[in-house]
């Protein structure tokens, strides 16, 4: 799987990490930065990796900051994206199966590496579930699109 990944300041070393577990996991790793430890702003990264996966250059992607909050609203502002939060694998499956996130977004003050590794790894493997599923990301895409829901 090609997947773009990012990580501010605060994510440096987990964003390290995951890029060796994935690149030795078999996936195709784009590194979009930040490469240095000064302190940079995350709401560019997390556009970058947001342009990455709706233009098809990656079928997913993970941002990671401190907490991740941050992260999550700056990654939810792009139209299509579907960015989840997760601090645990059981946030990693609900958001696959039920949400069918294509941004994870994981905090470094929060998690630790192992955990990082725990939570994409059931991430990635999570099926879509469908069905009612379905049903509700559509009506989220509608109140994107600014249409009242009924």
Known sequence: MRIAIAGDHNGLLMKATLV??????????DDRGTHGAEIVDYPPLC????RQVLGGHAERGIVIGGTGGGEAIASNKIRGIRAGLCHS????EISSAHNNTNVL????????????VAITSTWLSTPFKGERHQRRLDQIAALERGEPLH
């Open 89 to 92: 694998t059981f946030l990693a």
């Open 20 to 29: 060796e577990w994935l690149t030795a996991d078999g996936h195709q790793v």
């Open 105 to 116: 977004v994981l905090g470094a003050k929060v998690i630790g590496p192992a955990e990082a």
């Open 47 to 50: 556009a970058d990796v947001a």
